[in-house]
């Protein structure tokens, strides 16, 4: 019934699909299984993607050569670029996105692609032989062989779902849980554990009171994801909306809470810090009389609403009366409680960098398995595990992003270096070169070593190397073009910023501060020169990034550079740590776990002191 498969992918979340698209783009003949194939790609929380740091995820994945961006592109139904009011390493792009057309763009775009079979099944276990993975088993008793095998399976792992003082198995509203993998990996000597996420009600939106709330708009011009010329820039957008809580909605929820599983112990999980419940919200900010509630529409039709800040497990009868206190939500009618919902995860520091396993050749894990929160997150391990199971196959060198390349290369490195003991979600404060690894240039960054690979096309690496050529030119000429007095100080008085008494190159005003893009278009020279050479927006935003950044993007440069020779010093896969008598016991212990590849990821590893690594060095004969 089945070949030999190079690749298989358990499971269709962002994680799955992601990776299954690499894997097949790649040329590895890829079998994609999942327990329904009507919910592929299914954004179970939030219709949104993207975010603070989580953006730079996305534009990283489309600069390899994913698909997230280009789906997000197709299916949004509003764009936003956060934090416009901060510098470029902090602009984070965000689009709401129609859950339906989602899930339906992503189907028919990997079943667009080549090397790609589909099959719906519960897969209910692994077959290893002699530590090397060899395929998967379903629970109709097939068995399917393959090179590789990767893991995305999300909530479903033993998922129990928490209502108040009902709980049942399932992965997520209205689907049965997956059984038997977590056993077949815990007898294979992986550790497991058990991690909680939640999620809010859903809502009619003929029910609610529009007028009553402060609307949310998209951006005016909005931008975009990919990087590629297949999508375009949205021409109308839906509205959001936002309220808030109250005093009174927050003495009703309390009402619940010896209800709550949360609360009474029957959920002994750790939930995400970031993204608390609304009951605990209330719990931990006792002194705050309200909370804001984002109104999110699921999509261009549907009158389906998602109460973004409102996720609960509280029993659905205290839901429902604490949310009619909400203004706007009067006359609400629900489509579905909240609820929370437990599953097995399996701590990251059992991983290589290619997100292979330690323990069993060719398995790789890749999102909420790995102890992550997010759809972004999930996706860009899915699309690095996919590669790398790829290559592996075929007897290729792995590709591995380091911290100062890409937010994925910080991510994995996080996971499998510090492990973690709660969902891990990405901030841009995680990042150590966030000046490196803003969301406009994740196609320089990242697209040549997708091209190496075969992964990005020739088309995408044209389109990158003209766009950087582009913003040089419009710089150098920026360095090499004066600006006279009569021209300058009119801007800068009307900036508040201090005069020039001389003739100066435009490249050192541009530099202020105060001084932005369109001023400088003011100058009838810089309006001809960017005319003459058909410089669109994104040049032109790429070169203002490159002026007026370009001390710390130069000073992050050399720091990265600095650290990166520690990167170069391998620990040889056998080292016995043991052996070195003037290291800590922590130390040794942490090493012997984690088995770090390098001296600088050994640096980065939680109970390991400077002192322990120059011990290390020494040993080493450094």
């Known amino acids: 019934m089945f070949n030999v498969y190079d690749v298989i992918i358990v499971g269709a979340?962002?994680?799955?699909?992601?990776?299954?698209?690499?894997?097949?783009?790649?040329?590895?003949?890829?079998?994609?299984?999942?327990?329904?194939?009507?919910?592929?790609?299914?954004?179970?929380?939030?219709?949104?993607?993207?975010?603070?740091?989580?953006?730079?995820?996305?534009?990283?994945?489309?600069?390899?050569g994913g698909y997230s961006g280009i789906v997000s592109d197709r299916t949004a139904i509003q764009f936003k670029m956060?934090?416009?009011?901060?510098?470029?390493?902090?602009?984070?792009?965000?689009?709401?996105?129609?859950?339906?057309?989602?899930?339906?763009?992503?189907?028919?775009?990997?079943?667009?692609?080549q090397n790609l079979d589909f099959y719906q099944e519960m897969v209910s276990g692994l077959i290893i032989k002699n530590g090397k993975v060899d395929g998967i088993k379903t629970s109709l008793g097939l068995e399917i062989k393959a090179k590789s095998v990767v893991l995305t399976n999300g909530t479903f792992l033993n998922g129990l779902i928490h209502i108040g003082e009902k709980q049942f198995g399932g992965g997520r509203a209205g689907e049965s849980?997956?059984?038997?993998?977590?056993?077949?990996?815990?007898?294979?000597?992986?550790e497991a554990g058990r991690m909680k996420t939640g999620t809010p009600p859903r809502v009619d939106g003929r029910s609610l009171d529009f007028s009553k709330m402060k609307e949310e708009a998209g951006d005016i011009n909005p931008d975009k994801f990919s990087y590629s010329d297949v999508t375009k820039p949205l021409t109308h957008q839906r509205l959001c909306h936002m309220t808030y809580t109250s005093i009174n909605v927050h003495d009703i929820l309390r009402e619940g809470f010896d209800r709550s599983p949360?609360?009474?112990?029957?959920?002994?999980?750790?939930?995400p810090r970031y993204c608390?419940?609304?009951?605990?919200?209330?719990?931990?900010?006792?002194?705050?009389?309200?909370?804001?509630?984002?109104?999110?529409?699921?999509?261009?039709?549907?009158?389906?609403?998602?109460?973004?800040?409102?996720?609960?497990?509280?029993?659905?009868?205290?839901?429902?009366?604490?949310?009619?206190?909400?203004?706007?939500?009067e006359k609400v009618k629900f489509f579905r409680p909240g609820y929370a919902i437990e599953y097995d995860y399996f701590p990251p520091t059992q991983l290589k960098h290619t997100l292979e396993t330690k323990l069993v050749d060719g398995l790789y894990f890749a999102g909420q398995i790995n102890g992550t929160t997010g759809y972004e997150e999930a996706a860009s391990q899915g699309m690095m595990a996919g590669i790398n199971a790829a290559l592996k196959v075929q007897e290729k060198d792995s590709m591995i992003l380091k911290r100062d390349e890409a937010y994925i290369g910080v991510l994995i490195d996080d996971l499998i270096t510090k492990g973690t003991e709660e969902p891990y979600r990405m901030f841009t404060s995680r990042a150590e070169y966030r000046t490196l690894l803003r969301q406009d240039n994740a196609d320089e960054r990242l697209t040549p070593k997708a091209y190496a690979i075969g992964l990005a096309s020739q088309n995408r690496m044209n389109r990158m190397e003209k766009k950087f050529a582009s913003s040089h030119k419009l710089v150098e000429f920026f360095k090499?073009?004066?600006?006279?007095?009569?021209?300058?100080?009119?801007?800068?008085?009307?900036?508040?910023?201090?005069?020039?008494?001389?003739?100066?190159?435009?490249?050192?005003?541009f530099s202020r501060p105060q001084v932005n893009l369109d001023d400088f278009l003011k100058f009838e020279k810089v309006k001809n020169y960017v005319e003459e050479n058909n410089f669109d927006r994104e040049i032109l935003e790429q070169a203002e990034i490159q002026v007026k950044y370009s001390g710390y993007i130069e000073k992050e440069r050399n720091n990265a550079e600095k650290l990166t020779r520690l990167e170069h010093v391998k620990i040889p896969e056998d080292f016995d740590y043991e052996k070195i008598k003037s290291m800590s016991i922590e130390a040794k212990q942490k090493l012997t776990k984690i088995r770090p590849i390098t001296i600088s990821q050994a640096s980065r590893i939680s109970g390991v002191s400077p002192s322990d690594i120059s011990v290390l060095l020494i040993y080493m004969g450094r």
Request: proline content about 4%; hydrophobic content about 40%.
């Open 13 to 64: 979340g962002h994680a799955g699909c992601e990776a299954a698209a690499a894997s097949a783009n790649l040329g590895c003949s890829t079998l994609l299984v999942t327990m329904s194939l009507q919910n592929i790609a299914q954004m179970s929380c939030n219709p949104a993607m993207g975010g603070i740091a989580k953006g730079q995820i996305v534009r990283e994945i489309d600069a390899l």
């Open 82 to 113: 956060l934090n416009k009011s901060k510098g470029p390493a902090m602009w984070s792009p965000r689009v709401q996105s129609d859950r339906m057309r989602f899930s339906e763009e992503w189907r028919l775009m990997l079943e667009a692609t």
């Open 177 to 190: 849980a997956a059984y038997g993998i977590t056993e077949d990996l815990v007898n294979a000597g992986f």
């Open 262 to 271: 949360m609360f009474n112990g029957r959920i002994k999980s750790l939930g």
């Open 276 to 329: 608390p419940s609304i009951e605990d919200k209330i719990n931990r900010f006792a002194d705050k009389e309200r909370h804001q509630l984002f109104v999110e529409p699921e999509g261009w039709n549907t009158c389906e609403v998602y109460v973004n800040g409102f996720s609960t497990s509280l029993p659905e009868d205290i839901q429902f009366k604490a949310l009619r206190q909400v203004e706007g939500f």
């Open 480 to 509: 090499e073009t004066s600006v006279t007095l009569d021209e300058a100080n009119p801007i800068l008085e009307s900036k508040e910023s201090s005069q020039i008494t001389q003739s100066d190159k435009m490249f050192k005003i």
